[in-house]
């Protein structure tokens, strides 16, 4: 049997307002990104598949996040023709797409919420959370919003609050009520049936609420945070995680494959306890998700350590159920990217290679975002600039930095727009864009080529074995095996030079750092991949 596309896929996300922009308006757009699919696909960087952040007509309080229609394309990126020839362009260069979809929430100008707003007997009432606030005004549980304060918000039509878990524009739906459940399956069908693989699923750890809406228990030592922050405050124990998340997630993956051969539905998790992490890969004969982005146990959650990086692939390798697969990732709209996380000072030029040669040899599927391939970083965005709604609230906070326009060519608007790009580009960079690294064999843009080739060329690398190898402290070592195919990979982490493990011998080289080998210590940041 051979295994699901997703299994062996290189996927990439494009953040679509920041990729390419086409019509000058300084926002990226589908015609743009449609014209730069060559640059990602077979004959070019050689992912599998793009990720799209939300495309669909949306209020943009939270770029995309706040969706008023499920079934259109949001006006400044483009139309539905756009994305059929979209679809059509990525499949031409060997890609799949998959979409972002937000089933956790919508728009407060969703045609569904006016409707359940209208009235407290509307047909939709309940495919919303409408509570009475407590006899002395306040919320009707301690719920906290993600973005700060509580989740409940009065509403001047109704003396009823409703819930919403991030900003109020996004109010939460109730997976629990059959209207709203079918009429989500079929929001995500409608794509499935246009030719979409499938979807990422924003905060999907949220769509199994606590039947009672009960308070939330206060979490030990966290409890100052309560007034700004309740929802650091707390044990998210009816509102994220819930034990019926799994009969959610599965009502999801049964619609999918009834409308795609083989589709993919990868959740944006955060467990708070390891058994979550099986929770949502369902059970082998009713399994659930495919894959899941676990935060709190990701690699966008350590520092760079080669202990960090062994304990939590270790874990995940652990606490995986046997018939479930890894996902890896590094960095996303929502976090720093990681080449200035990994590197606050800026001082460590070689590292992105470092970081890619482990994004790309660990067991699991690898998640790229855009603009990694070339080591870009966060873009200080000046005050008046800022736009995320985090950032506005939480000065410091916010997740523009991370989603500023990619970095095409060294000339002013960086190749991506020719108007003024919606957030700041950063200013030239020496050698941070992809036209002078395309040219350059030792850039980092040529690292990704060549480490998703051998990825390809090789199967241990693909479906193999884990097996972490221990050796000096500094470097994350291990081996990929597969029948008698088996690949060594050592990245020195630490400040020193440090040998690879001596189990390693004098294997030959497939790809490394100038000068490294299996027998010589490596410098701090370089890497070695072998053929054991
Ligand atoms: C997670 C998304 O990744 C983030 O960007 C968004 O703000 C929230 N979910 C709300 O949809
Ligand atoms: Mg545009």
């Known amino acids: 049997m051979t295994a699901p596309w997703w299994k062996t896929a290189v996927l990439y996300q494009i953040y679509p307002r920041s990729f390419a922009d086409s019509d000058g308006d300084g926002i990226g757009d589908l015609p743009g990104l449609t014209a730069k699919l060559p640059y990602l696909g077979r004959g070019g960087l050689g992912v599998d598949a793009v990720w799209l952040s939300p495309i669909y007509r949306s209020t943009n309080f939270d770029f995309g996040y706040d969706v008023s229609d499920f079934c259109d394309v949001d006006p400044t990126l ?84 409703y819930l919403a878990s991030f900003t109020p524009e996004q109010a939460d739906v109730n997976w629990r009520d059959p209207g709203l459940r079918e009429a989500m399956l079929d929001s995500m069908s409608f794509w499935l049936d246009r030719g979409v693989w499938g979807f990422r699923l924003d905060v999907a750890d949220r769509l199994a609420k606590d039947p009672e809406l009960d308070d939330n228990p206060l979490a030990p030592g966290r409890e100052a945070l309560t007034d700004v922050m309740p929802w650091l405050a707390q044990e998210h124990v009816g509102d994220q995680n819930h034990p019926d998340l799994p ?8 619609m999918a494959e009834s409308h795609c051969s083989e589709p993919l539905l990868l959740g944006e998790m955060f467990p708070d306890s390891d058994a979550d992490v099986a929770l949502y890969y369902g059970t082998r004969d009713e399994p659930a998700l495919h894959l899941s982005f676990n935060f709190n146990r990701s690699l966008c959650d350590i520092p760079w350590d080669a202990r960090a990086f062994r304990n939590i692939v270790v874990r995940i390798e652990d606490v995986l159920p046997d018939f479930a697969w890894p996902c890896w990732v590094m ?75 990619m ?32 040219d350059d ?92």
């Open 247 to 254: 009969r959610v997630l599965r009502a999801i993956r049964v």
């Open 407 to 438: 970095r095409w060519s060294p000339e002013p608007g960086v190749g991506f727009t020719t108007g003024t790009p919606w957030l700041p580009d950063g200013g030239l960079v020496p050698g941070l864009d992809v036209q002078t690294q395309a």
């Open 331 to 405: 960095s996303n709209h929502d976090r720093s990217r990681h080449a200035t996380r990994f590197d606050k000072e800026g001082t460590a030029p070689a590292r992105p290679k470092a970081a890619a040669t482990i994004l790309l040899t660990l067991r699991g599927t690898p998640v790229l975002y855009y603009g990694e391939e070339i080591g870009m970083r966060d873009v200080d965005i000046p005050a008046d600039r800022q736009l995320d709604p985090v950032g506005k609230a939480f000065p410091g906070f916010g997740r523009d930095p991370e989603r500023t326009p």
């Open 78 to 161: 483009g139309t539905l023709a756009d994305t059929d020839a979209l679809l059509a362009e990525a499949h031409s260069h060997g890609m799949r797409v998959v979409l972002d979809f937000v089933p956790n929430h919508t728009s407060t100008e969703h045609a569904w919420f006016r409707e359940s707003r209208s009235r407290p007997d509307s047909p939709k009432r309940d495919w919303y959370f409408w509570r009475d606030p407590r006899p002395d005004g306040s919320p009707p549980n301690n719920w906290g919003s993600s973005f700060g304060g509580p989740a409940w918000r009065s509403d001047p039509e109704n003396t009823q609050m």
């Open 441 to 532: 064999p030792e850039s980092t843009l040529n690292h990704y080529r060549r480490l998703i080739r051998i990825r390809k060329e090789r199967p241990s690398l693909q479906t193999g074995t884990f097996e972490a190898v221990d050796g000096d402290d500094g470097v994350f070592a291990y081996v990929r095996s597969l029948g008698s195919e088996s690949t060594a990979i050592a990245v020195n982490m630490g400040p020193e030079p440090a040998p690879p493990p001596a189990r390693f011998g004098r294997a030959d080289v497939l790809l490394a750092s100038p000068g490294a080998a299996c027998d010589v210590p490596l410098a701090p940041d370089a890497y070695v991949i072998a053929d054991l």
